[in-house]
């Protein structure tokens, strides 16, 4: 029974490593593609001929224990029969138009269409309420299907109004390419991984329909953090800004999708780091998708309070205090409080230089003057008080940076469990984390040594009193 089983995590773990064997840079592509199946959503792999897009779809198939499989390559001549199954000769003489569905795309569980967008609009609107409804209109009556999910396959994506439907019933658009010049010279050496078919994973390891249905209802149980539902607002937003249209339906999907991975790895809660799942569920092609992928690797686990252009604004303007404060000047006084006066030495003294540099026949340069000024002096009180505050910036950013140090612990945690992970967006948003500390870090050095320069300020032997505090950008917890 399937409650004695291995949680579901580790058979998946198991079921992976089964079906990667053997595949040259396919790793992700093949994990998502999983993914979307238990979702019970459809997948659209594109890229050019022979990059293993069918041997993908079959590894996808044998994840799915007594799952019937169909697989179809369209052309502009595919007819209906292909696809739906054959007229019922015996209905037809009883005046009903009726198809032989057995052994057909509306009889199977997982299926593998390739070249999609190539046959005619009537197949391909037919083929709209079967990805969506899972319903196939028999004759007068509507068959349920048992599909769980379809892989589909294209060169490249038709830009027409049949073509676009079609294409949004796809919710992980998945790129394909040829393998790299390291891949390729594994792919050909004597270590080559062999053929890309591989055998079915034991029984123990296959998903059945009640493993499904139990991770649907635990998924339906996972909660989206507010965290999370933030910054798919703001992802929203953003590609709003820029033109790119994605549909409420398409929302509602990726949201079923981030409770799934979580829910499939033992997760009550989905985490902000599953939105590396996003990128390929709103983008429609693969700029799109890296620079969905930027933008969240540069926002995951980083607060908007903390974040450092914000600190930077904070830091200059104590900077920009301090160059005021030592430049500042005072007029000489003497001890009875009086200006200070004295004969300028042309030679000596900047104002004497001044007034050699005026001159006059009369010896206007040897008369008394008043002294330059010298530099402003500062009281403890005065000192105290932009010490003082620097001092609750540099306790604030080592609260940064304390944050930052815990969101970067816990992205690793999350990689280190996670089963859907893309590792170039683990990388990605790792090296943002790295980045953002560094220039916090670049910034407390700065903080540190503003407060020295306060300290070094010239001094009052009197108080003094306390100056007005240094206005800046708010510091939030």
């Not at 829910?263 to 939105?275: C, K, N």
Request: hydrophobic letters at 50%; proline letters at 5%; a negative charge.
């Amino acid at each position: 029974m399937a409650s004695a089983r291995a949680p579901l995590r580790e058979r998946l773990a198991g079921l992976l490593a089964v079906l990667e064997a053997g595949l040259v840079e396919r790793r992700q592509v093949l994990r998502a593609s999983l993914l979307a199946a238990l979702a019970g959503e459809h997948s659209l792999l594109i890229g050019p001929p022979g990059t293993a897009k069918s041997a993908l779809a079959r590894r996808i198939h044998l994840a799915f224990r007594d799952a019937r499989y169909f697989e179809r390559l369209l052309t502009r001549f595919t007819v209906p029969e292909e696809l739906f199954g054959p007229l019922s000769i015996r209905a037809l003489e009883e005046d009903r138009y009726e198809r032989h569905v057995a052994g057909f795309l509306p009889d199977a569980a997982v299926a593998f269409i390739d070249e999609v967008f190539k046959a005619n609009s009537a197949i391909l609107n037919a083929l709209l309420t079967l990805l969506n409804e899972r319903e196939f209109d028999n004759g007068a009556g509507r068959l349920r299907c048992p599909l769980i999910s379809v892989v589909g396959a294209t060169n490249q994506v038709p830009e027409d109004e049949v073509a676009e439907a079609f294409f949004d019933r796809f919710l992980l658009r998945l790129t394909v390419a040829p393998v790299s010049a390291e891949g390729f010279r594994w792919l050909l050496g004597e270590d080559r991984p062999g053929s890309p078919e591989v055998l079915a994973p034991p029984s123990g390891l296959q998903l059945d329909e009640a493993d499904r249905a139990a991770l649907a209802q635990a998924a339906a149980a996972c909660a989206l953090p507010a965290a999370v539902l933030d910054r798919l607002g703001e992802l929203r937003a953003w590609l709003a800004g820029r033109g790119v249209y994605v549909s409420d339906r398409r929302w509602v999907k990726l949201a079923h999708l981030l409770r799934v991975a979580a829910a499939s790895e033992g997760r009550a809660a989905a985490s902000e780091w599953d939105l590396g799942l996003a990128p390929c569920c709103v983008a429609a092609d693969e700029p799109t998708r890296l620079a969905v992928a930027d933008w969240l690797a540069a926002r995951l686990g980083i607060r908007e309070v903390w974040s450092p252009p914000r600190i930077t604004r904070v830091v200059e303007a104590f900077e920009a205090q301090l160059a005021t404060e030592r430049e500042a000047r005072d007029l000489d006084y003497d001890e009875r409080g009086r200006l200070r006066f004295s004969a300028i030495d042309p030679v000596a003294t900047q104002a004497g230089e001044l007034a050699g540099s005026i001159g006059d026949a009369k010896g206007g340069a040897a008369a008394l003057r008043m002294s330059a000024a010298r530099m402003r002096r500062y009281g403890s009180l005065h000192i105290g008080a932009r010490t003082a505050q620097l001092d609750g910036v540099l306790a604030r950013l080592a609260a940064y940076r304390g944050e930052l140090g815990a969101q970067r612990a816990t992205l690793e945690a999350w990689a280190d469990q996670a089963l859907w992970a893309d590792p170039a967006f683990v990388a990605c948003a790792r090296s943002g984390l790295d980045a953002v500390d560094a220039v916090l870090a670049g910034l407390e050095v700065r903080a540190r040594s503003a407060r020295a320069g306060f300290e070094a300020l010239p001094r009052l032997e009197q108080a003094g009193a306390a100056p007005a505090p240094v206005e800046h950008d708010p510091l939030r917890e």
